[in-house]
């Protein structure tokens, strides 16, 4: 029969390889797959499984700073919530994490004009022992302006940062106001400054203060280090402004305790044929203390946990293990990513592709990756298939987040479906970062983006390539 | 020559008679009157004055509650600042305030699920004492649901007042909401509760807690109360809905101290011919402390001497006499206000018109009035006169505000260039309330409204008569 219908079935071979390849060229995914992707979109976008887990961990558990007592509950209640959904391999990581106490801050301005602003003290910062520390003012816009003072000209000073933030999308304004936050403090003791105040890193006219981690080097005395809010920043500029003398006080309780223990939360949607090779979900558990964790990081929790009950409840099963990580400690220095990457590191590479939800509530408005530069179309045919979202398409630097650092400079691929970060600092680190910021549509319309590229990259019928570029991750 | 031309005469007087009638009928106001008006218009949509003056007293000065250092500093930088604009007759009124200091409140839900909330006292509380208050706590919606309880439901607990205000542009939400604050305390105490909490009349989902005055009765004993955010209020609801008993802890140490001597703050742009009239524009020195008073009401002093520096500037001089009047104590029960009204008693009547601007800084979208009814017609005029700023024309039942409430008992009529409240009460006894709160632009487009419709007032051709309506004016 062969023989006798040679024309013929060349003929219809070639048809039929020329409609499959209109249809799925490349082949990196099954139609199936591709329906699957589209069923778990539409489904996210009604689904209110993340709305919801936001909301019981913002009400029951609170705020969740690292060692404190909502820590530990954000462990319990990961644990509870994971095996509720169904996952599989449940379990924690344990990981050390600092332990400080914020305490009470105090901001006085006492001439030339007297006024009291609220004030947060930076994570990790000294106290100041109960009689506080007075002093004159000296006004810098930023470490390079610091740095190029008088020698002398801030020694028992109180130095003021009075830089702003810049207000940007995809967060690059952060980027570059925050080493304020993280090297102020040491930068202006070694000059011999007695503490230091920040305009806080934020974009928001609201008089939050905002909190975040200090990194203080070995080579400074510790001074402490406080932030106020925008608008009592400006009015700060502008006592200096008047050409009188500033005369200030601060005061802050704040105090290191002995570290503690806490956990990572892991658990899985196993995968089948490539149930080895792992596509990693990382957001964080822990927050900062002042709010009750929202938006940095329930948000992102909520995401993640809410992609995997999304897969988990497909017909189908993934080819690769969905593995959500809840990272513990996130804000004061990564030890919890730590910690999973040192207890994984003889299968660091069996981390196939990483995704990192730590940037708000959404939505999402661009895709990007960093992936081998030879799989571009494949993140191109994820993106097709998130069309519907109206995302733009990003570049191939995408850093992830801080909790998959260590697994992307092992060369671990990164898809970053990226947050609209906008509004994000005008919350991020504050007492305001509660449910009330989160928006449900958009939350869903985030759920959606994640839960399509994570079903394709798990499905994707290729292999992931290890990422060997030199050139680091953007920031 | 007259009996010669007489028909040519009487045609050329009818002629222009007829163009005069066109132009200004009803001869309410010259046309010189007009052009100034115009002008005034002009210039106040590019002047800087009046944002000037509520940075200066939001800078140098700050919180100025009742009683307060900040409180006396207020006046003097009142008599300062008016003397420097050129004001006729700079005064001080006595005023005798109450002093009430707000000490520290902490809000605590103990169970179900531990949660700390910001949360400041209402204004005139007593304290707690440092064991603090902790109960059972009691949600109802508002004082209707609270009378609704059975006997002794709310005996010995803590009552929290869940219901939430509207958001409207003419404040209306506002006046139906305050009553919970207003009255909460002894309608509570007055059942046995033990203290209350309630939700902060706000529209904002912020989490900042709003302060505002109590009005205990003597009918009751006087319990603790104090006010907790928005998204702190939707949090506790969550917890009373979750099914399990409420428990609750509240501290504060709040406290009366002996009542203090303020002043009202007058200055003037004298009247001509008319000058023994009186047009009076109030607003109140006068603010809560957790801000400092930005927008309640420094941008209400910021419009009312912006207004009269602008007609100061004129070539032209006022008919009537223009009187700014800075009242002390408008947040603490108008004691203020009471001491003008009391010093002016003979001299009631010859407050022939009033403004008043408690609503924030604008823009003003509106023009309100409460005049004889046979005088609508000139308000008409002056509306026209307000064209160019686009202003809907509001009812003839305004209030004025708080402070010429007396003044408008007695029958003074009212012209209220309506500001807009859409976002007022997002601010509005907050810390928040901030120099960042108050637009440039829309304080410049108040002044315009304000100055124009002042010197009309001030310029008008006929009298302006008492208002004798026995209908209460709208709260």
Chains 1, 2 share one sequence.
Do not use: C
Request: avoid cysteine.
């Amino acid at each position: 029969m062969l023989k006798q219908n040679y024309p013929l079935l060349v003929g219809l071979l070639l048809t039929l390889s020329t409609a499959a390849i209109a249809a799925e060229k490349p082949q990196n995914f099954t139609r199936a797959d591709l329906a699957a992707a589209s069923t778990l979109r539409e489904r996210a976008l009604v689904d209110s499984t993340a709305f919801a887990l936001v909301e019981s961990l913002t009400t029951e558990v609170g705020p969740r700073p690292a060692g404190s007592p909502g820590d530990k509950a954000g462990v319990v209640w990961a644990l509870r919530e994971m095996r509720r959904l169904g996952f599989a391999n449940v379990r924690t990581l344990e990981a050390v994490v600092p332990h400080w106490e914020r305490g009470e801050a105090d901001f006085q301005v006492l001439s030339p004009f007297p006024q009291s602003m609220p004030s947060l003290a930076l994570g990790g910062s000294v106290g100041t022992g109960n009689a506080g520390i007075e002093a004159d003012g000296v006004m810098v816009k930023d470490l390079e302006a610091l740095a190029a003072l008088p020698p002398g000209a801030v020694k028992d000073k109180i130095v003021f940062f009075s830089n702003r933030m810049e207000r940007t999308r995809d967060g690059s304004g952060y980027g570059k106001a925050v080493p304020v936050r993280a090297a102020g403090p040491s930068a202006a003791a070694a000059l011999g400054a007695a503490a230091i105040v920040i305009r806080s890193i934020s974009t928001s006219d609201s008089r939050f203060p905002h909190t975040g981690a200090l990194r203080y080097t070995n080579a400074a005395p510790r001074i402490p280090a406080l932030a106020i809010s925008n608008p009592d920043a400006d009015a700060l500029v502008r006592q200096f402004e008047s050409g009188k003398p500033v005369r200030v006080k601060l005061k802050s309780s704040s105090r290191d305790l002995p570290p503690m223990r806490s956990a990572n939360v892991i658990g899985e949607i196993p995968g089948t044929d490539l149930a080895n090779e792992i596509v990693i979900l990382g957001a964080h558990l822990d927050s900062w203390d002042p709010g009750v964790g929202a938006l940095d990081d329930g948000a992102g929790v909520a995401i993640m946990m809410g992609v995997a009950k999304l897969i988990h409840d497909l017909d189908a099963r993934p080819r690769r293990t969905i593995r959500v990580v809840l990272f513990a400690n996130e804000e004061f220095g990564t030890s919890g990513s730590q910690a999973y990457l040192a207890a994984n590191e003889a299968e660091a590479a069996r981390h196939v592709l990483g995704f990192e939800a730590d940037f708000g509530a959404g939505p999402v408005w661009r895709l990007s990756s960093r992936v081998d530069p030879k799989q571009l179309p494949v993140v191109e045919q994820i993106f097709r298939a998130l069309a519907p979202l109206k995302l733009a398409r990003g570049d191939n630097e995408a850093r992830g987040g801080a909790d998959l650092e260590g697994l992307g400079k092992l060369g671990m691929p990164i898809l970053s479906p990226d947050l609209d970060g906008t509004n994000y600092f005008d919350v991020h680190h504050t007492a305001n970062d509660t449910l009330a910021q989160v928006d449900p549509q958009a939350l869903r319309q985030s759920v959606a983006a994640f839960a399509t590229a994570v079903w394709l990259g798990a499905q994707y019928s290729g292999s992931w390539e290890r990422v060997t570029t030199d050139k680091p991750p953007r920031r």
